[in-house]
């Protein structure tokens, strides 16, 4: 017979009771750590963003109408340096209206900056001489009794602020079917759809006397412009890089100026509705015209929009119940 066999050997001791092993504790440690930096790296990025937006009174409180509308204002000053061209003064080079609908339609509208109006306290003139004449409070309240809308937010950008967004953003492709070479605003352009730098995307769209529309195709292009940074920003190889983030940002607060109500959420909101507004679904253009050379005295030549269809036009704006046929002229 064999020797007698081993006992079996006892079981390994199991942790004390409430301890964890080192190694899940660590685990836990880090998954903590990486929580916390989720949520503080995108609230402390809204705090640093919205402690840098610059602020200009410019609403009246006026009329209160349904819905969501932002006045955006392209300055022309060249205070900056931006565009050495000689000219002097500040006007409002570009005015657009962005309305979310109570029905939810959100529309993107030029409005040309040589339409006739009503200037309040100066009589009939250019739209963009309002802001000239009386800056954005005044600006604001031509846009509002031309329109019938009341404008819930301001949102002005200087020349120099369109190349430094577009730069921040890495670059956008831009469309336009024919040869430019147009010393004015320095853009020099062949047939076709290229990449485009800020110093590029900022004469694409200032360029206005080599355009065969003239002001309506340079609000066409300024809209194309606003379009290709929306999507570019909403790319994740910008969401999700923090050196892009920060570069926007800090491109965006130096060029915008807004008025005291609007903070970074807001501006985020109206990000949204551009996307909306120039995507699938979305509306824009310019109101009905009458007459792109109306000569009224004093004023020189100014685009007259339809007495006929024109408020018609904005009543349906109002209401989000406009349709692509309102724009197709």
Request: aromatic content about 4%; some cysteine.
């Amino acid at each position: 017979a064999g020797p007698p066999a081993a006992p079996p050997s006892a079981p390994p001791a199991a942790p004390p009771a409430g301890r964890r092993p080192r190694r899940g504790r660590r685990v836990a440690r880090v998954v903590v750590v990486l929580l916390v930096l989720l949520l503080a790296w995108p609230i402390g990025l809204l705090v640093w963003a919205n402690g840098k937006i610059q602020h200009v009174e410019a609403l009246t409180g006026g009329a209160d109408t349904p819905g969501t509308t932002y006045l955006l204002a392209g300055s022309d000053s060249r205070a900056d340096g931006t565009i050495p061209d000689g000219t002097e003064g500040e006007r409002a080079d570009t005015i657009m209206l962005l309305h979310v609908a109570p029905t939810g339609q959100t529309s993107l509208i030029s409005l040309p900056r040589d339409t006739y109006a009503e200037i309040p306290g100066h009589g009939g003139d250019k739209l963009n001489a309002a802001y000239s004449l009386g800056g954005p409070e005044l600006l604001v309240r031509t846009v509002e009794d031309l329109t019938g809308l009341g404008v819930d937010h301001y949102v002005e950008i200087g020349m120099g602020g369109v190349e430094q967004v577009v730069d921040a953003v890495g670059g956008v492709e831009l469309c336009l079917d024919y040869d430019v070479d147009d010393p004015r605003s320095q853009l020099v352009w062949s047939a076709g759809c290229h990449e485009a730098d800020g110093a590029t995307a900022l004469a694409f769209a200032r360029m206005r006397y080599a355009d065969p529309e003239g002001d309506i195709g340079r609000a066409a292009r300024q809209r194309q412009v606003v379009s290709a940074v929306v999507a570019k920003v909403a790319q994740p190889g910008t969401l999700l890089n923090p050196l892009r983030q920060v570069r926007l940002i800090d491109a965006g607060t130096a060029a915008l100026v807004v008025d005291p109500d609007t903070g970074i959420v807001d501006l985020g909101r109206m990000a949204l509705a551009f996307r909306a507004a120039t995507g699938e679904g979305g509306l824009l253009g310019a109101p009905p015209i009458a007459m792109f050379d109306y000569r009224p005295g004093g004023v020189g030549s100014t685009v007259l929009l339809d007495p006929d269809r024109a408020p018609g036009f904005f009543e349906r704006l109002r209401e989000g119940t406009l349709t692509p046929e309102d724009l197709a002229a």
